[in-house]
C-alpha cells in the first residue's frame, strides 16, 4: 500500500487547511485510515482514525471540535480538515493505515505510512 500526502502549507492562527491522503495498492475500504502528527522533539501522536465505510471516527482531545476526518471510498482518499489551528498544532502530519480490525489508536497499530506533509501554525 502506497500513501501520498498532501496539503500542508503555513497558516495564521485560526486558520484552516486541509489535509488528502491518496492511497493505492490494496482496495481503500478494507483499509482503516488514520492521521498522526509528530512536532520537533517530540513523539508521533495519534490525531484522528476513520473506520472503512466511515461510521466510527475517533480523534484526541485536544482537536476535538476542530478537526474532521472524512474519506472517499470512489477516490480512494482520505481527509483532514483542519480549522481553528493553534501554534501548538505545528507538526508533521501523517497518513496512516491498517488492513486489520483492530481500531487505529497509537503508532503500533499502523502497517502502513505516508510520508508526511508540514503544517506549521504562525502566532
Known amino acids: 500500500v502506497q500513501l501520498q500526502a498532501s496539503g500542508g502549507g503555513l497558516v495564521q492562527t485560526g486558520g484552516s487547511l486541509r489535509l488528502s491522503c491518496a492511497a493505492s495498492?490494496?482496495?481503500?475500504?478494507?483499509?482503516?485510515m488514520g492521521w498522526f502528527r509528530q512536532a520537533p522533539g517530540k513523539e508521533r501522536e495519534f490525531v484522528a482514525a476513520?473506520?472503512?465505510?466511515?461510521?466510527?471516527?475517533t480523534y484526541i482531545d485536544s482537536v476535538k471540535g476542530r478537526f474532521t476526518i472524512s474519506r472517499d471510498n470512489a477516490k480512494n482518499t482520505v481527509y483532514l480538515q483542519m480549522n481553528s489551528l493553534k501554534p501548538e498544532d505545528t507538526a508533521i502530519y501523517y497518513c496512516?493505515?491498517?488492513?486489520?480490525?483492530?481500531?487505529?489508536?497509537?503508532?503500533?497499530?499502523?502497517?502502513?505510512w505516508g510520508q508526511g506533509t508540514l503544517v506549521t501554525v504562525s502566532s
Open positions: 476513520i473506520s472503512r465505510w466511515a461510521s466510527t471516527t
Open positions: 496512516a493505515a491498517t488492513g486489520d480490525v483492530r481500531r487505529i489508536q497509537t503508532v503500533t497499530d499502523i502497517d502502513y
Open positions: 495498492g490494496r482496495t481503500f475500504s478494507t483499509l482503516r
